[in-house]
């Protein structure tokens, strides 16, 4: 597929999303969220991916959505939410796809990431930062309110007070605040952001199951919010037992007890467990 405000490139393992917008820092638009739910989708149907890479090129990640029609930017037919020529993405769209995936998603925010480019973010499994990242959940200072799922994912992450203390000030904050927030998992120098990222990328492909993966990122995240173990239960041991008495168990003690890397031959377009997706059951 070819794309307009994003590339998307592989290397081995790993697939790179790239905004790419730079001359407007990467300012979304509708076209770029439709383009960036495709992208994932795509590299969630190649095997050969293991790990998606979420940036932004040039010095922003993405400094929140186009405002190059002022007032008018955020109504019905704006450049955020209307593409003229293209349908709205069905599913969540971006949300939707970054959130569905069944593959593990970094976000390696290497610049100002503000308002939707902020919440862009959240979905992603794991976040990091380069020393010059801004962030701000600034939506309540131009009239809006949280938006793509944040209201739910924010708390998720960095817990409810954090997030009320973001949101209710509307206020930018930097890299090292983020880290203590618990926004980020880590901050490293902006030169060494895509390494980092890349290394993070390839310690899972190369140590991980690509079925194990998938069902584990769909487990934390869909059981983390529930106010007791009873749904994780009635599904978890149905999955131990059916991974168990498969090959990528057999492969995973094989090479833990030869002391090699694993070869899993699990994969999951053919090879995903009776019960999954349990959540449309």
């Not at 309110?145 to 739910?152: D, F, H, L, N, T």
């Not at 060494?192 to 990122?217: M, Y």
């Amino acid at each position: 597929m070819t794309f307009e405000q994003i590339r998307y490139t592989t290397d081995g393992p790993v697939a790179t999303i790239t905004l790419a917008r730079p001359d407007k820092l990467n300012a979304y638009t509708a076209i770029m969220g439709i383009e960036l739910a495709a992208a994932i989708r795509q590299a969630g149907e190649d095997d050969d991916v293991r790990v998606i890479v979420l940036t932004g090129e040039g010095r922003g990640f993405c400094a929140g959505a186009d405002i190059s029609g002022g007032a008018d930017s955020f109504g019905s037919g704006g450049p955020n939410f209307a593409a003229a020529d293209r349908p709205r993405e069905e599913g969540g769209g971006f949300v939707g796809a970054l959130f569905e995936s069944t593959k593990p998603t970094i976000a390696a925010i290497n610049g100002a990431a503000v308002g939707v480019g902020a919440t862009l973010t959240l979905p992603c499994d794991v976040r990091i930062a380069a020393d010059s990242a801004r962030f701000g959940f600034v939506f309540a200072r131009r009239g809006l309110v949280p938006e793509a799922g944040s209201a739910w994912f924010l708390p998720q992450i960095v817990g409810l007070p954090q997030a009320l203390r973001w949101c209710l000030s509307g206020a930018i904050f930097n890299a090292d605040e983020a880290l203590k927030g618990g926004l980020v998992s880590e901050v490293v120098p902006s030169d060494a952001l895509l390494a980092r990222a890349h290394e993070i990328a390839c310690e899972i492909a190369e140590n991980t199951a690509p079925v194990s993966i998938a069902l584990t990122r769909q487990m934390l995240w869909r059981f983390a919010s529930e106010p007791s173990p009873a749904g994780a239960l009635k599904v978890d041991g149905g999955f131990a037992m059916a991974l168990g008495a498969g090959p990528d168990v057999r492969e995973g003690v094989a090479a833990f007890l030869e002391k090699r890397a694993p070869a899993f031959p699990g994969r999951i377009a053919t090879d995903m467990p009776a019960g999954y997706p349990w959540w449309d059951r």
